[in-house]
């Protein structure tokens, strides 16, 4: 994670064991123009200069609006879309610029969890063939089988292993994010994007999927990415949490510290949303409206990139880019006037 110590230096800071490390990773969507020649006009600064490390059996949740880079984000770090910039190590290596045939042994320690599950299952495949997939693209042969093997995964996610010849449109939401599951940890990786798994579910069905991503987290020891923008969800199963803005990182700590203490104004604007169960602590605590609209990442804000909607705002916020510096142990903030006081939480 790049940070700026009290001097203004700039420096990355290091988990020796970390499984992916993100280091200043730019993705830009180039926009043409002209005619027939499709000269480049501009980019659209999709994700700009983020930086984060992740640790086996660890949860790192990224919040935002919607429009922030958050998929963007999960999509480029596991190299399903090629960045403009930085670095991405993967176990310490660079994987940076392997092409995508070079990245066909490593899909077996990193895949993705795709938002909507009427779309990411293909409905001419039965669900067997659907999650029996990687083993044909790895060429993994388990020694009991393929079907067997594909029938105890379906069983572990909590679906009927009788059901292996039926068609995706036979099942509902809930039990296609959990075909989407059984196909994501078919091979044990290490690493799992979630790129939000429960958005396009019923809030009782949420709470299934969200409860077996932990088990499975437990039993497999894998680490998350748990991309959403329903903060209650992210707060329920990330160890730390990233709040993204406009393709920045804005502020990054443990999941406790962003809702109790959160020191930049726009995550403190985020947490003030989210209802509380208790309607004296409801009642009593601070509501932050953010006025306008998300600026376009095709013409971002000079300086802070929040400050147009900033309440704090001031020339300095203009001028000067505000890089992630400790504004506490363990807690990272890019705000030049971060705030101080605590919110009221139940």
Do not use: W
């Not at 730019?26 to 020649?37: A, E």
């Not at 490390?53 to 935002?64: A, K, Q, R, S, Y």
């Not at 069983?155 to 068609?167: D, I, K, M, T």
């Amino acid at each position: 994670m790049t940070v700026v110590d009290e001097s203004g230096t700039s420096e990355v800071l290091r988990r020796d064991d970390a499984l992916l490390r993100v280091d200043q990773v730019q993705k830009y969507f180039p926009i043409t123009g002209g005619g027939v020649l499709k000269r480049k006009v501009g980019d659209v600064k999709a994700v700009e200069s983020i930086s984060f490390d992740i640790v086996p059996g660890e949860t790192l949740g990224i919040v935002g609006e919607s429009g922030c880079g958050k998929s963007t984000a999960g999509r480029t770090v596991t190299k399903l879309l090629d960045p403009t910039g930085g670095t991405i190590e993967f176990e310490g290596r660079d994987i940076t610029h392997l092409s995508r045939k070079e990245m066909v042994p490593l899909r077996r320690e990193m895949q993705m969890i795709f938002q909507d599950p009427y779309s990411s299952l293909n409905p001419r495949h039965t669900v067997g063939a659907i999650i029996s997939a990687p083993f044909k693209v790895q060429g993994v042969k388990p020694a009991r089988g393929v079907q067997a093997e594909v029938q105890d995964l379906m069983a572990r996610v909590g679906l009927n292993p009788e059901h292996f010849n039926r068609y995706p449109n036979e099942f509902s939401g809930g039990q296609r994010q959990r075909i989407g599951i059984a196909r994501a940890i078919a091979l044990r990786p290490k690493l799992i994007v979630c790129d939000e798994p429960v958005s396009a579910l019923d809030v009782s069905i949420q709470a299934q999927v969200v409860n077996l991503l932990e088990d499975l987290q437990d039993e497999f020891r894998l680490a998350y990415i748990f991309i959403a923008h329903d903060l209650s969800v992210v707060r329920h199963i990330s160890d730390r949490i990233a709040v993204m803005y406009l393709g920045r990182i804005m502020e990054t700590a443990a999941s406790e510290k962003i809702y109790s203490s959160p020191r930049h104004p726009y995550t403190h604007a985020l947490t003030s949303a989210v209802p509380l169960p208790d309607p004296r602590t409801e009642r009593a605590r601070e509501r932050i409206l953010l006025e306008g609209d998300l600026p376009s990442p095709i013409d971002p804000p000079s300086g802070c990139v929040f400050r147009t909607r900033c309440p704090k705002a001031q020339q300095r916020c203009a001028d000067e880019v505000p890089l992630l510096r400790e504004l506490a142990p363990g807690h990272f903030g890019a705000c030049h006037f971060p705030e101080e006081k605590h919110l009221l939480t139940a």
